[in-house]
């Protein structure tokens, strides 16, 4: 997929290193994505994490995903040591950068929080400025759509300025296309949440 050209004026530069340095002190970020608005955290700060839990009123139990800037960076995350898990990478990559997010063995070196039960679920956002972000956060981001748990995801701008108790700051980002990721279980070729891709087509693409 192509990626949209990068809004590069210098209030943007201004409000994007704001962000980066907000997220760094353990603050939620509201950001578009391709698919919804989104809260990002930095993965690797344990208060950020239960802050982003609790300002959506979250279940713990839910797990959180992560967003990651390129291929390397998601690759990073994922112990692709069964060859199962290693050919769906490999095979279902190309949709990315998209609507799609894997479940994961998850390395050692991911956060524990974002591992449960050893699986992390990655994905790579179709948007410049969302990727823009999680390159300055170090390559990837715990995110979870921007509502409380339990309503539907934010699409608008105007809509995520309108709830400003759910995070620290907002990069102003414009509105996201309003359709899910779909979250695909590779190992057990069960569909989590059906979004922008169908089973169909990511089964065309491991038998090719």
């Not at 839990?53 to 992560?66: A, I, T």
């Not at 609507?99 to 070196?109: D, F, K, R, V």
């Not at 170090?138 to 748990?149: I, W």
Request: with cysteine; hydrophobic share 40%; aromatic share 6%.
């Amino acid at each position: 997929m192509e990626i949209d050209t990068l809004n590069t004026s210098s209030d943007f530069s201004s409000d994007l290193s704001r962000a980066i340095h907000a997220s760094r002190d353990g603050k939620l970020i509201a950001v578009v994505t391709d698919t919804v608005w989104g809260l990002v955290a930095d993965p690797h700060n344990p208060a950020a994490l239960e802050w982003l839990y609790h300002s959506k009123k979250r279940p713990f139990k839910k797990p959180l995903q992560c967003l990651c800037a390129t291929l390397e960076d998601a690759q990073n995350l994922c112990d692709l040591s069964n060859p199962r898990a290693k050919t769906a990478f490999e095979r279902l990559h190309k949709f990315w950068p998209g609507g799609l997010t894997l479940l994961l063995p998850a390395h050692s070196s991911v956060p524990k929080p974002l591992r449960p039960n050893g699986i992390v679920g990655v994905r790579i956002p179709n948007h410049p400025i969302t990727l823009e972000l999680l390159s300055g956060m170090g390559g990837y981001a715990a995110c979870s759509s921007l509502n409380l748990s339990g309503e539907p995801a934010i699409i608008l701008e105007v809509e995520a300025r309108a709830h400003p108790e759910l995070y620290d700051f907002i990069l102003p980002s414009g509105d996201a296309n309003g359709v899910a990721s779909t979250v695909y279980d590779p190992l057990n070729n069960h569909i989590i949440r059906q979004g922008q891709i169908t089973l169909e087509q990511l089964h065309r693409e491991l038998l090719s």
